[in-house]
Nanobody
């Protein structure tokens, strides 16, 4: 199983970046996909989540209206379009894949990427 993030970098406040997460080794279309981020000294926080079919999407309040999560199940890739970036968006961004199987017993399949650094600075 692999989740490989890309697209991070250095950007000025107000700028944009598009993160990508390429998945392999599992049935991507069966997994909910999320982006998390973690800043130094802070806990990892959920940024955005999209269900396996893309039918449901949720965002952290701090990024609503600025970030957009999307997925392409044909390409096994999830994206995070980040616009109007702020200083406080600086963090390592992680891709997560999650599937919860309930029958015959509850099993969670939970995979993480290695992270990509996003730095917003003037």
């Amino acid at each position: 199983v692999q989740l490989v993030e890309s697209g991070g970098g250095f950007v000025q406040p107000g700028g944009s970046l598009r993160l990508s997460c390429a998945a392999s080794g599992f049935t991507f279309s069966s997994y909910a996909m999320s982006w998390y981020r973690q800043s130094p000294g802070k806990e990892r926080e959920l940024v955005a989540v999209i269900t396996s079919t893309g039918g449901m999407i949720n965002y952290a309040d701090s990024v609503k209206g600025r970030f957009t999560i999307s997925r392409d199940n044909a390409k096994n890739t999830v994206y995070l379009q980040m616009n109007s970036l702020k200083l406080e968006d600086t963090a390592v961004y992680y891709c997560n894949a999650l599937q919860i199987v309930l029958v015959p017993k509850r099993v969670e399949y939970d995979y993480w990427g290695q992270g990509t650094q996003v730095t917003v600075s003037s």
